[in-house]
Each structure stands twice: as structure tokens, then as C-alpha cells.
């Protein structure tokens, strides 16, 4: 079975662009959280989605904004990019159920310039 | 505010000896815990989890035990190989909370050396 994909794998933009990281959740997972991870410091939550719905929401901007379909894939947008919003983005699957296994992605390492 | 962290950043081991790294929580609310493996350049890695109404669970060479008294939890690595090297992190969440988030310390960074 096939892990917890994400795209792109690396990815230079710079400030006061906008990007766009799409993730695919374990199959049979309906919950896909969104992390940023600074480097040296451990990962951030950032958004939780459920069956398309969003549950949870981290102290991050509004800047910061997601999505999931359907196929319970899901997105994370990040506009007006600033230097801090360099980081590696994580996303993890699980089957949303509270206390139960989460899987992370390889991530997407964002760099701003 | 509440967080989780770690005791140690950094541990160094012989390969071969058994290896154990600290985490204290704060949150007593916090009802499960993951510890990940994350090595360079990858995502966490899953290794054990264990949920508050056990106090030890047992892996493939891993063992976690949770002492809810004073809020620690810790990773016990049997016959630490160097493949084991890589950051440690613990984290928690807390069930009712309408949804799940994993609270992550800073890492513990474990070396082994051959």
C-alpha cells in the first residue's frame, strides 16, 4: 500500500508568491493534518480537515488556508509568502478518530527568497 | 502555555547498548502519545504509541513507558544500532477536543556510535 504521498518534494518561491502543497492521505484515511516544521524545532500544527470539513485550526495566519476533496487529498495554500514561511510542510493521515495512529508524508521543503 | 519537551536534546550511545529518551508533558488532559523517528531530510516516522490507561506497551525492540504522576513519558531502544541514529520526538494530543492535533517537543537527537 502506498504511504502518505505529498508534491512537490522541494520548491523555491519568492516573497509575495503564493503556493499551493497537495498531499494523498493513506487509503481508507479520511483526516489529513497539515504541520510546519522550522528547522531544528519540532513539527506545527496547522490545520486538520475531516471528511472535507475543516476540525482544527493551529495559531497560524489567514494566510494559511486548506482544503481536502472528495478523494479525501488535500491541499494547503499559503499566499503573501514570507521569509519565515520557509520550512519543511508536513502532512499526516490518519483515520481521524481521536487516539489513533498518524502517518506523515516525506514533506515538501518550502524555501522563500 | 502548555507544551511537551524533552529532557535531553542530544544522547550519544555505543552500538549494542540500550538507549532511553525523555519526554515530560504538561498538558494532564494529553490522553495519547506517538513517539516519531524523524531522520534527515524525511518525514516522522511512526515507532510506538501508547493511550493513558496503560502505563508500558512493548514494540519491535521499542518500548514506551508513561508514568501520568509526573508526566513523563519515555523510549527505551534495546540493541541501539546505528540505523537507529536520527531526531527522537514525542507528542501529544487529547481526545474531545473536537479534533486531532499532535503537540510535538523540540526532539531529542540520538547518535550512535559503532
Known sequence: DAGVTQSPTHLIKTRGQQVTLRCSPISGHKSVSWYQQVLGQGPQFIFQYYEKEERGRGNFPDRFSARQFPNYSSELNVNALLLGDSALYLCASSNGQPNTEAFFGQGTRLTVV | ?114
Not at chain 2, 496503560?54 to 531502544?77: E, Y
Open chain 2, 1 to 114: 502555555g502548555e507544551s511537551v519537551g524533552l529532557h535531553l536534546p542530544t544522547l550519544s550511545v555505543q552500538e549494542g547498548d540500550n538507549s532511553i529518551i525523555n519526554c515530560a508533558y504538561s498538558n494532564s488532559a494529553s490522553d495519547y502519545f506517538i513517539w516519531y523517528k524523524q531522520e534527515s531530510g524525511k518525514g516522522p516516522q511512526f515507532i510506538i504509541d501508547i493511550r493513558s490507561n496503560m502505563d508500558k506497551r512493548q514494540g519491535q525492540r521499542v518500548t514506551v513507558l508513561l508514568n501520568k504522576t509526573v508526566k513523563h513519558l519515555s523510549l527505551q531502544i534495546a540493541a541501539t544500532q546505528p540505523g537507529d541514529s536520527a531526531v527522537y520526538f514525542c507528542a501529544e494530543s487529547r481526545s474531545g477536543a473536537g479534533s486531532y492535533q499532535l503537540t510535538f517537543g523540540k526532539g531529542t537527537k540520538l547518535s550512535v556510535i559503532p
